[in-house]
């Protein structure tokens, strides 16, 4: 089993930074595997944010986050993060870590490994 726990989120002002991470324990994650963050805002359904293979290192993101979202992942330490800039308030939702072969194909809460989130708030 794997476990991701998330970390990093709080509350800012539009224009301002955060960092997200996310730390794997239980088995190693497997060089398939793809990791990366979905968010979900209130009222809104779970949609994908951005991605990085674990072990080559191709990004992918959404288009509202490119240019200002960098995801990177570290193979040493177990850890992925995401550098989060010029935030705006359309940000604002539960962030949550995921890792798996098929997650971010099927995009389902039950395919692969989730965290159990993390609040990130985006103030005017």
């Known amino acids: 089993q794997v476990q991701l726990v998330e970390s990093g989120g709080g509350l800012v002002q539009a224009g301002e930074s955060l960092r997200l991470s996310c730390a794997t324990t239980?088995?190693?994650?497997?060089?398939?595997?793809?990791v990366g963050w979905f968010r979900q805002a209130p009222g809104n359904e779970r949609e994908f944010v951005a991605a990085?293979?674990?072990?080559?290192?191709?990004?992918s993101y959404a288009d509202s986050v490119k240019g200002r979202f960098t995801i990177s992942r570290d193979l040493a330490k177990n850890t992925m993060s995401l550098q989060m800039n010029s935030l705006k308030p359309e940000d604002t939702a539960v962030y949550y870590c995921?890792?798996?072969?098929?997650?971010?194909?099927?995009?389902?809460?039950?395919?692969?490994?989730w965290g159990r989130g993390t609040q990130v708030t985006v103030s005017p």
């Open positions: 995921a890792a798996g072969r098929t997650v971010f194909t099927t995009r389902r809460s039950d395919d692969g490994y």
């Open positions: 239980g088995r190693i994650l497997s060089s398939t595997y793809t």
């Open positions: 990085i293979n674990w072990s080559f290192g191709g990004t």
